[in-house]
């Protein structure tokens, strides 16, 4: 039996006319990374800002840790840790300071709070830079302190917004390592993001295109309902000349340039691997270099929601 | 739906979970009082505030207050009615920084003129006059001076002393030759409605209020708003912290920036001023706090509501300054204010508090007498720290 950290029924946010979030339903198990994806706008803060106790839904509702967000926003604060997109903690206090300021905030107090401050340094690899200054401390070393002091009182949840935003590669994949070993030792993790690497992480996606959810999966089974099919990387001349006949070929239900090649995605239940390479090799000023079989990316599982989100837009709006 | 495992800590009975709640409350109200006192240690701009602006403001205000005015009403009575006093009072009018509104038949009349308004003093010369001159002894003039026009009195007194003493002496002179050049002149005075014959007596506790709403206004106006525009209220607002937490754990090193503040003003009241010190030390005391506690609380309401730095520092300035220096009775008499100015003047805190100030240091009064300013002084800052609790829960949805 599985323990469900979070529930969501309904759950929705206007401001004015403008529906921010719209009926969203979902759960998140204990110990499981949940990663919402989704483009600028789309309604992942409002959705974090609700179920944190920070924004009220105008409809629907929530339960955190086993409390209701309307009827007991305090235990659910008191069960959450949270990272806002936007860095909020105090430049002009040091690493050390502003750790101690979040433990008294909740409430730790004497040896018990520069024990846990020492543990949380270690756990976010900063030990060195204590007293260091906030406002000197370079984007990701900020994202790290600002996960530590989210993660001071031992949240069994926490909401990470953005954690990585506009932060170098190298710092990601450390901030992500801490991520899952957080996961891993128990802990929920709620994770918005814009970069779909960093979604392959997680053990669950859900889909957010205006304000929607649009689609709730793993990753690879998110990939299989949204581009099926088998995907193969073409390198070499005049291939992005040809993209129109490739599509064309039988079985092939989709050809893009991607990067500095092109993917041809097709039905295997059609045709198979060496009939396409045939058929796209003996295209008249096409020269083929190299052929590999790719896995979709969850880019691919982006676009292809969003199209047919605004799709049924059209054609909602037709009717 | 399955139970969570989490619970939040367990406690034994209710009265160990008050006992609990109570402890984490001062424990949170500690940590933001430590944090917003580690804000000033970084950006001292505070504590110069606190502590430089009510010295040069007491030094500047109490030495230079008394723009120098002249034209100064008086009203003459002339006792002596001789040839020498008609002279003598023809020369002191002359300089032009006294200027003669009226005559009076006696002394007995300043009371009227005084509350009519229609001068600033009454200066009489004595029947004796020409002969105190004819013999080179002191002449004995007296100069009754309207002490509510707190500006104009010292200015009053110096200037009618010089005038009296230059033109008696150049009559002595002109009687008696340059042996007269020895001669005392006497300029008797009585200051009514402020017997202490000192306009900066009347003037300090009325800068004490006016420094003290500015300092204590400015000091808590960023405090809040610096949150909103870093957005570090929000990552507060996801903690169990509640409104009044943060508001009180704020307060409290403000608070004693305040105090500080309010001692420095009174020490150099007391010491470059010589205000002295009549009444009750604690109803001054409890005056003193309970107005920081308003003003604090008004500059809390201002930083919550605004949530931008740069209004909240104008707006502070302006709703301190103003009222505690127009409408406060610290520059014009609160009884000569026209009626609408009057009933707004009710809602000044600086009005009770110099009311107070002055019936402590100069009156000498206690408790009982100065009840009804304390009163008010309580009732305005429980309401600005009612309505900011109140504003905030409100800006936060
Ligand atoms: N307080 C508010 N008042 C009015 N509109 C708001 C408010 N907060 C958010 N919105 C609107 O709601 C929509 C969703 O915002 P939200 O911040 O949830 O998006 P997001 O998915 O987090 O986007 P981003 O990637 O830019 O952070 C946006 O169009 C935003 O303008
Ligand atoms: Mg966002």
């Known amino acids: 039996m599985t323990v469900r950290s979070i529930v969501v029924e309904g759950l929705g946010r206007r401001f004015g006319d403008f529906v921010a979030v719209r009926d969203v339903s979902f759960h998140v198990e204990k110990g499981e990374i949940f990663g919402y994806l989704g483009a600028n706008g789309a309604g992942k803060s409002t959705t974090i800002r609700m179920l944190s106790g920070l924004l009220e839904p105008t409809s629907g509702r929530a339960l955190v840790a086993g409390h209701d967000i309307a009827k007991a926003p305090d235990k659910v604060k008191a069960s959450i840790g949270y990272m806002s997109q936007k860095f909020s903690l105090y430049l002009d206090l040091t690493v050390r300071e502003n750790l101690e300021f979040f433990g008294g905030i909740y409430g730790s107090w004497g040896r018990a709070l520069s024990r846990r401050v020492d543990e949380t340094l270690e756990s976010i690899d900063m030990r060195s830079l204590a007293e260091t200054s906030t406002a000197a401390l370079p984007g990701g070393l900020r994202q790290r302190l600002a996960l530590g002091s989210a993660l001071f009182h031992k949240p069994p949840i926490v909401f990470l917004d953005e954690p990585t935003a506009g932060v170098d590669p190298a710092s990601r994949r450390e901030f992500w390592k801490l991520i899952r070993g957080i996961s891993s030792a128990g802990t929920t993790v709620f994770v918005t993001t814009h970069y779909m690497d960093e979604a392959e992480y997680c053990a669950r996606i859900g889909l957010m295109v205006a304000g929607k959810l649009v689609a709730l999966d793993t990753p690879a089974a998110l990939k299989s309902e949204w581009v099926p099919g088998r995907i193969l990387r073409f390198e070499g001349e005049g291939l992005v000349r040809a993209l129109s006949e490739i599509r064309r070929t039988h079985g092939v239900v989709e050809a893009q340039s991607f990067g500095n090649g092109v993917h041809v995605r097709f039905d295997p239940g059609h045709t198979t691997d060496q009939s396409v390479l045939a058929a796209v090799a003996a295209l008249p000023a096409v020269k083929v270099r190299l052929t590999e079989p790719v896995e979709a990316t969850l880019e691919d599982v982006f676009l292809a929601a969003a199209d047919r989100k605004a799709e049924d837009a059209v054609r909602g709006g037709a009717s | ?397």
Request: charged share 20%; proline share 6%; hydrophobic share 50%.
């Open chain 2, 1 to 397: 739906m399955t139970a969570p495992t989490e619970t939040s800590a367990p406690t034994s009975s209710p009265r160990a979970a008050r006992k609990h709640a109570r402890s984490g409350a001062l424990r949170r109200i500690v940590a933001i009082a430590r944090k917003e006192a580690l804000h000033v240690q970084r950006d001292p701009r505070s504590l110069y505030l606190a502590l430089g602006m009510p010295i040069v403001l007491l030094l500047l205000f109490g030495y230079g207050v008394s723009f120098d005015m002249d034209h100064l009403p008086v009203v003459l009575v002339d006792e002596d009615r001789t040839p020498e006093s008609r002279e003598i009072a023809d020369r002191v009018f002359a300089s032009g920084d006294l200027h003669m509104v009226g005559r009076a038949s006696s002394g007995d009349e300043a009371h009227g003129i005084f509350a009519r308004r229609e001068a600033h003093a009454v200066l009489i010369l004595p029947r004796g006059t020409s002969e105190s001159i004819g013999r080179g002894e002191a002449v004995e003039a007296q100069l009754l001076i309207d002490g509510v026009e707190a500006n104009s009195a010292a200015q009053l007194q110096g200037k009618a002393e010089s005038a009296l003493r230059s033109a008696s002496l150049a009559m002595s002179v002109e009687a008696m030759g340059p042996r007269a050049v020895a001669i005392p002149t006497e300029v008797r005075l009585s200051t009514w409605f402020n017997p202490e014959e000192r306009s900066q007596l009347y003037l300090v506790p009325g800068l004490a209020a006016y420094i003290l709403a500015i300092v204590a206004v400015l000091l808590t106006a960023l405090t809040v708003s610096r949150e909103w525009e870093r957005s570090s209220i929000q990552q507060l607002f996801v903690t169990p912290v509640r409104t009044y937490e943060i508001m009180l754990g704020k307060l409290v090193p403000y608070f004693l920036l305040g105090v500080v503040a309010e001692m420095t003003v009174f020490v150099v009241g007391a010491w470059v001023f010589d205000v002295p010190m009549r009444g009750d030390p604690l109803a001054l005391a409890s005056a003193s706090l309970l107005f920081l506690l308003g003003m604090l609380g008004q500059g809390m309401l201002i930083s919550i509501v605004a949530r931008n730095q740069m209004v909240a520092t104008q707006v502070a300035t302006m709703t301190s300054m103003l009222p505690s220096m127009l409408l406060s009775g610290f520059v014009f008499p609160i009884e000569n204010m026209p009626l609408p100015l009057q009933v707004i003047s009710n809602v000044v805190p600086a009005r009770y508090f110099i009311h107070a100030l002055r019936g402590v240091l100069l009156r000498g009064n206690g408790f009982p007498e100065i009840g009804f300013d304390l009163l008010m002084l309580t009732a305005f800052a429980c309401l600005m720290l009612f309505a900011g609790t109140k504003r905030f829960k409100r800006e936060l949805a």
